[in-house]
């Protein structure tokens, strides 16, 4: 496959450590509606609250984190929502899940402060807020959230100011894949396959062109989708059947190496597959992804011969016998 350019992401570290623990205690009050579910979100883990509004969660990330409050739809819509800054300590949030704006953390970690004071400011001086905070995880999370306010230039100015102990963080990484990948041109049949290079389980780096000469099936997933669980039995059919003619490939957008390897292992056992860590999203993004699952059949000569998205029972089944009896 001619390569258009090839793109590299290292391994990214997860920020734990076991010299201090920060712990949270939820004790709620008021009646939520009947449909609603309040649950408590840390380090990309949720938590639902117990019949008394109750929880407990804790962390071991090496910088501050946030811990969210959400109430969720059953319908999985989040209605609500309030987040605080915390870290290695022991905090409580209170307040009554009738009215989020109630909802209180003790201690208040000095971050709380700096991103109140940056929403109640104009654009100019939350510019400020931001460049003087680069140098904690606050502000490199308010950067993110603010990239419209910037040039390319100006973002990778700021990008080159944030210290390196925050290059693994999801706002970091997600900033430096919009600017790596904005002007990448919208995958269409016919176009040649953009490379790239990955993680694989086994701590391997592997490129898309690893598999020149075969088709290769791109599935874009995240630990977080039911529907991209869902097509993995039908994927597993697929691949049995037709191993020696393409190779899988699932690509995982996760926010973290440990979400992308530990979690719903159940599921995850049926994958023999190539099974890829998509670090910081930049596949995901390189190839414009908005809907998960998708999959992009990249025929033997490294182009794009076909593009769809969304579970449907037996549809990638029926698109490999296609493609393989008619050929």
Same mark, same amino acid.
């Given at each position: ?53 109750? @929880? ?45 704006? !109630? ?13 109140? @004071? ?19 995880? *606050?502000? *490199? ?6 990239? !419209? ?53 086994? #701590?391997?780096? *592997? ?5 020149? #000469? ?114």
């Amino acid at each position: 496959m001619k390569k258009l350019f090839i793109l590299s992401i290292s391994l990214l570290t997860t920020f734990t450590t076991f010299g201090q623990e920060t712990i949270v205690i939820a004790n709620l009050s008021g009646v939520p509606n009947k449909k609603d579910m309040i649950r408590v979100s840390m380090d990309f883990i949720s938590y639902q609250l117990d019949e008394n509004l109750s @929880a407990k969660v804790s962390s071991s990330s090496e910088i501050p984190t946030q811990v969210t409050v959400m109430k969720i739809q059953s319908n999985g819509k989040i209605t609500e929502r309030e987040s605080f800054w915390v870290y290695d300590d022991s905090y409580q949030i209170t307040g009554d899940v009738e009215d989020f704006s !109630s909802l209180k953390i003790s201690p208040n970690h000095p971050y709380n402060e700096i991103e109140s @004071a940056f929403y109640n400011s104009d654009k100019e001086r939350q510019k400020e807020i931001i460049s003087e905070n680069l140098d904690k995880a *606050v502000g *490199v999370q308010l950067m993110a959230s603010s990239v !419209s306010y910037y040039s390319d230039e100006e973002l990778e100015q700021l990008l080159a100011k944030i210290p390196g102990s925050f290059h693994a963080t999801d706002y970091y990484t997600k900033t430096k894949t919009n600017l790596l990948t904005k002007d990448a041109p919208k995958p269409k049949v016919g176009m040649k396959a953009i490379d790239f290079e990955l993680e694989s389980r086994a #701590g391997a780096m *592997v490129s898309l062109s690893d598999f020149d #000469g075969k088709y290769r099936l791109l599935d874009f997933s995240n630990s977080g989708c039911g529907p991209c669980f869902m097509a993995l039995p039908d994927i597993k059919e697929a691949y049995e059947k037709y191993s020696s003619e393409i190779e899988v490939i699932s690509i995982w957008d996760d926010k973290t190496k440990d979400i992308w390897m530990n979690s719903s292992k159940k599921h995850k056992e049926q994958i023999i597959w190539t099974d890829l860590w998509d670090a910081g999203g930049l596949v995901s993004s390189l190839y414009q992804i908005q809907i998960l699952p998708s999959y992009i059949l990249v025929n033997p000569d490294g182009e794009i011969e076909k593009i769809w998205n969304s579970y449907k029972i037996g549809k990638i089944v029926r698109e490999m016998d296609s493609l393989f009896e008619k050929n």
